[in-house]
């Protein structure tokens, strides 16, 4: 009796063991252009096998530049309906409710017009303005249509998800730990971060947001159960004649948005809205971006300008901290 006993305890013992507390059990992916990070707490290597699987299906299904992926079956369609996946579908509703919400700073059509700069799959080079101009005549996310199980696109439009699907995998992966009972986990999606609820030890997680001037931090921000997600020049450039040109394209003339801002972090609930918003809110600029937050609210964010300025929103003032050399600029309602 007294050896059942003992088992007993020790088996309490070794599932106690393996609680959310002290289970930390990390992956690295590699998908979507860039290196992934996923971190778990009470999970099992199974979990992160799955979430891998999943990350990995969504590039499949959501790259412009996989042949077969669910974005270029769209992009080839000729202007016919196409029966897209429940992922491609609802990513592309996403995205056309952000770029009206954006009033079009967000235009996932924007796809020939990143495709001449090189952005995408190509070699970099400086597009002429009337091939821009021609080009910009493809592009109109107002244009694309949905029903419950197909999107049409006009003939010679193209998706592409390069500005959002980060930010969808992101709330997936939450849904999909969520769903398994884990209480803590982070990933990180490239510039993307998303934390779910808190650290094991009840503290919140630390995100760096990154010196878009350099090496290192701008700051650390705390949170709880939000995604975080940065859109920035440094992140994708190319130099030409004294000129650096980046990979977030003004809608508005095809061009990269030199707007006196460097980087653009969103922290909101939904990672598909703070990846949509970081994007529109750096082709917005400044004042349009502090605008657009005032109107809108739903988010807080971190503005960084080419002059070093850091405007902070106060819902996250508190816990944001700034790294020395900076000068913060709180943005109230
Ligand atoms: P992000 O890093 O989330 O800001 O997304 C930038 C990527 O989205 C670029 O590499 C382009 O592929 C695409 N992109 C650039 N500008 C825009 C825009 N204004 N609207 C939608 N997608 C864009
Ligand atoms: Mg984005």
Redesign the pocket.
């Known amino acids: 009796m007294k050896r059942i006993i003992t088992f007993a305890l020790l088996l309490c013992f070794m599932a106690s063991g393996c609680t959310k507390s002290d289970s930390k059990l990390t992956k690295t992916v590699l998908a979507m252009d860039t290196v992934m990070s996923l971190t778990v707490y009470g999970g099992s290597e199974a979990l992160l096998d799955e979430a891998a699987e999943l990350i990995k299906s969504l590039d499949g299904e959501l790259s412009a530049t996989v042949d077969t992926s669910e974005t270029n079956r769209i992009n080839a369609s000729g202007g016919s309906p196409v029966e897209v996946s429940a992922h491609a579908l609802y990513l592309t509703q996403q995205a056309v409710e952000l770029g009206k919400l954006t009033g079009g700073?967000?235009?996932?059509t924007?796809t020939p017009v990143?495709k001449a700069w090189g952005?995408?799959g190509g070699d970099y080079r400086v597009p002429t303005d009337n091939e821009l101009k021609t080009l910009l005549e493809r592009v109109d996310y107002s244009k694309i249509e949905t029903d419950e199980t197909s999107v049409i696109l006009s003939d010679g439009m193209e998706l592409?998800f390069?500005?959002v699907a980060k930010g969808y995998t992101g709330d997936l992966l939450m849904e999909l730990f969520k769903s398994r009972g884990l209480e803590s986990a982070i990933v990180t999606l490239g510039?993307n971060v998303q934390a779910l609820g808190l650290k094991p030890d009840g503290s919140k997680w630390n995100v760096a947001v990154q010196n878009p001037f350099g090496e290192g931090n701008l700051g650390m921000l705390q949170v709880e159960d939000k995604a975080v997600v940065t859109?920035g020049g440094y992140?994708?450039y190319f130099e030409q004649d004294g000129e650096t040109y980046w990979?977030?394209?003004?809608?508005s003339d095809g061009k990269p948005a030199k707007t006196g801002l460097v980087s653009v972090t969103i922290v909101c609930d939904s990672g598909v809205t703070a990846?949509g918003l970081?994007?529109a809110l750096?082709?917005m600029g400044l004042d349009g971006a502090i605008e657009f937050w005032k109107t809108n609210g739903g988010f807080d964010a971190v503005l960084v300008t080419e002059d070093g300025e850091v405007y902070v929103t106060e819902g996250i003032a508190d816990d944001f901290e700034l790294a020395s050399g900076y000068e913060q600029v709180l943005i109230n309602k």
């Not at 700073?105 to 996932?108: E, H, K, N």
């Not at 990979?247 to 809608?251: F, Y």
């Open positions: 700073a967000l235009d996932v924007l990143i952005f995408l592409s390069g500005a510039g859109s992140e994708r990979h977030i394209i003004d809608p990846d970081s994007t750096f082709v």
